[in-house]
């Protein structure tokens, strides 16, 4: 299953939407997706399931 020293990231990339699984060591530091080559910043702490994430109006 899921290891827990690793960070799934999605591919914001929409043509892509690839799940990147990263090590936690590469928070702050932006990785290259291998699906489509978009450079993906990852966030430092927490992933984007932050219930602390104060309204965050996306209209998609
Ligand atoms: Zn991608």
């Known amino acids: 299953m899921a290891n827990p020293e690793t960070l799934r990231i999605l591919c914001p ?3 892509c939407r690839k799940i990147l699984a990263v090590p936690v060591s590469a928070r702050g530091k932006t ?5 489509c080559q978009t450079n993906i910043r ?3 702490g927490k992933p ?3 219930p602390a994430a104060k309204g965050k109006s996306e209209a998609a």
């Not at 990785?31 to 699906?35: I, L």
């Open 42 to 44: 990852i966030p430092e």
């Open 31 to 35: 990785v290259r997706c291998k699906g």
């Open 48 to 50: 984007e399931a932050d």
């Open 13 to 15: 990339n929409l043509t």
